[in-house]
Antibody
Framework: QVQLVQSGAEVKKPGASVKVSCKASGYTFTSYYMHWVRQAPGQGLEWMGIINPSGGSTSYAQKFQGRVTMTRDTSTSTVYMELSSLRSEDTAVYYC?????????WGQGTLVTVSS | DIQMTQSPSSLSASVGDRVTITCRASQSISSYLNWYQQKPGKAPKLLIYAASSLQSGVPSRFSGSGSGTDFTLTISSLQPEDFATYYCQQSYSTHITFGQGTRLEIK
């Protein structure tokens, strides 16, 4: 079955960058686009962007344009999300998710805490 | 981007109640509407896709309806495990968007 395993929790200082990984297994990695969604404490779900694991093309939410970079490594079936210029408002759980019709598989989430 | 507006934001109900949550899109999204359930500390779980299709393994007390801009999620008889937060999500656009969530609490 599809499994998405994310990297562990991170603590970063304001202004730093964070890179979260998401390793996919149980399906053909290049078959499904991967989304990144975040959730601040006590808040709703916020879409950040999408990457096509096949060609590497990306599309980002306007809010994150210029600060987010999504990449993939087909040799390890892993996608990455890097967010730069971190501020306290970026404290959140970050999820990768393969979403397509009835396919809806999510990683376990990665807590990123931004604190001085 | 397409805006998704859910109502109510929170709801108190009792076991056995019938509950309806609504979701409105800022433009027509045909039937590209999904519903998720999320419990604290867990990733969202897909309940309904394509507006009215029940995800495999999801109890039949959950149902979805609607098309265009207006959608509903109905839980026919609330069970204790249904108390959670529910989100609608449009997949009409590559830039998917979520509703703000509906928190379903025990009365």
């Amino acid at each position: 079955q599809v499994q998405l395993v994310q990297s562990g929790a991170e603590v970063k200082k304001p202004g730093a960058s964070v890179k979260v990984s998401c390793k996919a297994s149980g399906y053909t990695f290049t078959s499904y686009y991967m989304h990144w969604v975040r959730q601040a404490p006590g808040q709703g779900l916020e879409w950040m962007g999408i990457i096509n694991p096949s060609g590497g093309s990306t599309s980002y939410a306007q809010k994150f344009q210029g600060r987010v970079t999504m990449t993939r490594d087909t040799s390890t079936s892993t996608v990455y999300m890097e967010l730069s210029s971190l501020r306290s408002e970026d404290t959140a759980v970050y999820y990768c998710a393969a979403l397509y019709g009835s396919l809806a598989d999510w990683g376990q989430g990665t807590l990123v805490t931004v604190s001085s | 981007d397409i805006q998704m507006t859910q109502s109510p934001s929170s709801l108190s109900a009792s076991v056995g109640d019938r509950v309806t949550i609504t979701c409105r899109a800022s433009q027509s999204i045909s039937s590209y509407l999904n519903w998720y359930q999320q419990k604290p500390g867990k990733a969202p779980k897909l309940l309904i896709y394509a507006a009215s299709s029940l995800q495999s393994g999801v109890p039949s007390r959950f149902s979805g309806s609607g098309s265009g801009t207006d959608f509903t999620l109905t839980i026919s008889s609330l069970q204790p495990e249904d108390f959670a937060t529910y989100y609608c999500q449009q997949s009409y656009s590559t830039h998917i968007t979520f509703g703000q969530g509906t928190r379903l609490e025990i009365k």
